[in-house]
T-cell receptor, first 114, second 112 residues
Framework: AQSVAQPEDQVNVAEGNPLTVKCTYS??????LFWYVQYPNRGLQFLLK??????LVKGSYGFEAEFNKSQTSFHLKKPSALVSDSALYFC????????????FGSGTRLSIRP | DAGVIQSPRHEVTEMGQEVTLRCKPI?????LFWYRQTMMRGLELLIY????????DSGMPEDRFSAKMPNASFSTLKIQPSEPRDSAVYFC??????????FGAGTRLSVL
């Protein structure tokens, strides 16, 4: 069975500082990993994905994520946070079998203070 | 493309009434997903379709909930009868080959 965990309900960062939003996963096959962002009163928006290749994946709005197979993690990062990055972030995973479905984490609320 | 379109954006109804939520996926996408989001339970997958066929409805909470996809460009989620605990934001999403999902803006349902 596949699962995904976001251990932090909330992350608080000062503007201009680096940010990290954590995600760990468990799948039986090779993972497909995703990050989505949700702004207030909006649907989820795709940020980035990892399927194969480079462990460091770059996405929208200056975000990147690092795939670590040994630690089964896919943490979301940004070198310098903006107040406009404040939102709810979801990690998602599925394995590479045709029958699997995407599982979303519980979400992490990112708050950037000016 | 206009993206995934959901209607209505807001729905307020009374307990016991039938509610129908609508979704138009992105043209060409072969997967369609219905989710429910609440503060208590987070984002829950209710059901998903592949090529208009329901594949997994294990997330549908009970028989009061039903979903259909009569063609590739339209899906409905129906709740009959509705209850206050069904109050939530319901999202529809579509994707090509179970890859990136594109979400609609959601329907905020309030059952009084």
């Amino acid at each position: 069975a596949q699962s995904v965990a976001q251990p932090e309900d909330q992350v608080n960062v000062a503007e201009g500082n680096p940010l990290t939003v954590k995600c760990t996963y468990s799948v039986s096959g090779n993972p497909y990993l995703f990050w989505y962002v949700q702004y207030p009163n909006r649907g989820l928006q795709f940020l980035l994905k990892y399927i194969t290749g480079d462990n460091l994946v770059k996405g929208s709005y200056g975000f990147e994520a690092e795939f670590n197979k040994s630690q089964t993690s896919f943490h979301l990062k940004k070198p310098s946070a903006l107040v406009s990055d404040s939102a709810l972030y979801f990690c998602a995973v599925r394995d590479d079998s045709s029958a699997s479905k995407i599982i979303f984490g519980s979400g992490t609320r990112l708050s950037i203070r000016p | 493309d206009a993206g995934v379109i959901q209607s209505p954006r807001h729905e307020v109804t009374e307990m016991g009434q039938e509610v129908t939520l609508r979704c138009k996926p992105i043209s060409g996408h072969d997967y369609l997903f219905w989710y429910r989001q609440t503060m208590m339970r987070g984002l829950e997958l209710l059901i998903y379709f592949n090529n208009n066929v329901p594949i997994d409805d294990s997330g549908m909470p009970e028989d009061r909930f039903s979903a259909k996809m009569p063609n590739a460009s339209f899906s409905t989620l129906k709740i009959q009868p509705s209850e206050p605990r069904d109050s939530a934001v319901y999202f529809c999403a579509s994707s090509l080959a179970k890859n990136i999902q594109y979400f609609g803006a959601g329907t905020r349902l309030s059952v009084l």
